[in-house]
């Protein structure tokens, strides 16, 4: 072997060392894109579950408010300005509270006009509206549910005469 051989040699050996070294980088880069991208998807998924908690938080705090079906008709007429001191209801449900407004709380018209009547947010003829619950706690991920709320006035429930009784008709046989 000759002098000039070896250095021949020796380029060839460095060629192939970088190659394997710049494969080796690219698949540690790879690797790395994927497991920020999976931490990434996993914060997204849990923040979108606290976005869904959130907006039925919301819900549920308002059910009260809004179970005067006689406040539905302001709520749902499209005139601000005679809407109650309360709505739109929001509440804060961190803790402690940090004073920042986490869900916000609407009623909705349920359009349950029948025609020649167009839909008229001033006539509910069903006694039935939506509360739509939106989270902004999670700007990345929000959330809105929607739940109908349906007045009924008080009275007796006559299950059992039905045949639904379920065991509680007071028959032992």
């Known amino acids: 072997m000759t002098h000039r051989d070896a250095q021949r040699q020796r380029g060839t050996i460095m060629v192939l060392v ?10 540690g880069a790879a690797a790395l894109y994927l497991q920020v991208s999976s931490t990434r ?14 907006a039925e938080a919301g819900l549920a705090a308002s059910r009260q408010l809004v179970n005067d079906q006689a406040v539905w008709a302001a709520l749902i007429d499209g005139n601000p300005a005679n809407d109650p001191p309360w709505y739109p209801i929001s509440g804060d449900i961190d803790e402690p509270p940090d004073g920042v407004t986490d869900y916000v709380v609407t009623v909705i018209d349920n359009d349950d006009e029948q025609p020649p009547l167009a839909n008229d947010p001033t006539v509910d003829t069903d ?47």
């Open 18 to 27: 970088i190659t394997i070294l710049a494969a080796l980088l690219a698949g």
């Open 127 to 173: 006694l039935s509206v939506f509360l739509r619950s939106t989270c902004t706690k999670y700007p990345n991920t929000p959330s809105t549910v929607l739940e109908m709320v349906s007045y009924s006035a008080a009275g007796s429930v006559y299950r059992n005469q039905a045949g639904q009784g379920s065991g509680s008709t007071g028959n032992t046989n």
């Open 41 to 54: 998807a996993v914060g997204l998924v849990a923040s979108s579950r606290g976005a869904l908690y959130c």
